[in-house]
């Protein structure tokens, strides 16, 4: 008799965003010709840019001759996409990467979900809350996660980010393993300075924990003194492990291709205390699981760091941050109290009244036929806040705006 992994049955049945679909379903189902604008699911809308088409016009070419044929890549990814990634990503930020620290893979969700890994399954682990659902649905798969008790995972720390403490997670007054970190984050939308990363950072060494940094949005950070890589502080080469994507920077969410860097200096502990790197274990892992991620997609990601590519991604992100400021002005001046948006393509807007976010997230779709997401899925702090995406057309955001206005009444 096969027995099903009896963790996969203490997940929580309700998948935040099928939820709303059945939500907005049953909405159309009643108002069939209603034109319901969605700021809610976190997925890109514009196309891809030019330099990378072209790139993948021509990898798509070099596949159809013997000569230029690419069967199997390196597991790791191409050379030439590490080597783009250490001099642009990390070189002018003064922080050396070498090529072998870099693992390009198929996007980070992947990633962030299969790290855990390269730890034991009964280390203790630390989020923030709310927070991108993968890195606690991962660990409850796994066993890591224990139980499900007052809607919290018994062996989860959780770090409230709220109004109170300015969305700044309170660093924890014991010690845990493994440390999920998403900056810019998904949902709130807010950065995290050098001077509180600093202090994760000498966390981590001084308990021996390992921080897992998701750095998805680092290429809509608009201010300069934010830190767009965990390893821009010192000594973070030691404890980190560092999570990209071209999926939100270049629109990559239908191609697939990112990268995790594992420093070499990173270790953990055996139990009988030996100190091993983690870099060689990844390789080993992604040599076993992972065949690599597709020429044609990293052909395509090379093609981000030529100055074409990297004017026209840009063009695109000043697109979906002007989207960010139109509909934070206009929330502002209607009354909201709106959070995120000027460094990251997300607002965590404060729902009118302390309205449950999903008491609000039907009020929004019944009044002004826009769907949101409600903050409370993303974990207990959000309750009271829903999230909305500045990754749509502009001419929605616009229109979204005015009938927000409308349905208010102003
Ligand atoms: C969108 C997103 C990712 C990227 O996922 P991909 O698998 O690369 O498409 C990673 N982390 C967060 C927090 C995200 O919101």
């Known amino acids: 008799m096969a027995l099903i992994n009896e963790h996969l049955l203490k997940l929580q049945k309700n998948y935040l965003f099928a939820d709303i679909a059945k939500k907005v379903n049953a909405f159309k189902t009643t ?4 034109k319901v604008i969605s700021l809610g699911i976190g997925d890109v809308t514009q196309p891809l840019c030019p330099a990378v088409i072209e790139a993948m016009h021509k990898a798509v070419d070099d596949m159809a001759h013997k000569e230029t044929f690419h069967g199997y890549g390196p597991e790791q990814g191409y050379l030439w996409l590490r080597e783009a990634i250490v001099k ?13 620290e870099i693992f390009v ?13 390269l730890l034991r399954w009964d280390n203790s682990m630390a989020v923030t809350d709310p927070i991108y659902p993968v890195y606690v649905d991962s660990n409850v798969m796994n066993g890591r996660a224990g139980v499900f008790e007052n809607g919290k995972w018994s062996n989860v720390t959780y770090m409230p980010c709220n109004e109170g403490n300015g969305f700044v997670p309170q660093i924890p007054d014991h010690r845990v393993d493994m440390i999920y970190l998403c900056y810019p984050n998904n949902p709130t939308g807010m950065v995290i300075s050098k001077e509180e990363l600093r202090k994760w950072v000498n966390y981590a060494i001084h308990n021996d924990s390992v ?3 998701d750095a998805a949005y680092e290429a809509y950070i608009q201010d300069e003194d934010i830190p767009h890589s965990i390893y821009e502080i010192r000594r973070a080469r030691k404890v980190a492990i560092e999570f990209h994507s071209y999926s939100k920077t270049a629109g990559f969410t239908g191609v697939r291709c990112g990268y995790t860097v594992v420093p070499k200096e990173l270790t953990a502990s055996t139990i009988d205390g030996e100190r091993l790197p983690l870099n060689q274990f990844w390789l080993r892992r992604q040599s076993t699981k992972f065949n690599g991620t597709s020429y044609i997609s990293q052909r395509a990601a090379e093609a981000i760091y030529t100055p074409e590519g990297k004017e026209q991604t840009r063009a695109t992100i000043n697109y979906y941050m002007q989207n960010a400021k139109i509909m934070h002005d206009a929330l502002t001046d209607l009354g909201f109290t709106v959070y995120g948006g000027t460094d990251a393509p997300y607002l965590w807007v404060k729902t009118p009244g302390n309205t449950p976010s999903w008491k609000f997230f039907e009020e929004l779709l019944y009044g002004a036929e826009i769907v949101c ?5 993303f974990g207990p702090s959000g309750e009271g806040f829903v999230r909305l ?11 979204a705006m005015a009938r927000i206005k409308k349905w208010l009444g102003k």
């Not at 893979?105 to 890994?117: F, L, S, V």
């Not at 997401?373 to 899925?377: A, I, M, R, Y």
């Open 31 to 34: 108002r069939p010709k209603a």
């Open 373 to 377: 997401t409600p903050g409370v899925g």
């Open 105 to 117: 893979n198929d996007g980070a969700k992947p990633d962030t979900g299969n790290i855990g890994e």
């Open 88 to 100: 642009n990503d990390f070189l002018p930020r003064g922080v050396h990467i070498d090529p072998d």
């Open 211 to 213: 921080i897992f940094y």
């Open 389 to 399: 995406t500045s990754f749509g057309d502009r001419d929605d955001c616009i229109e």
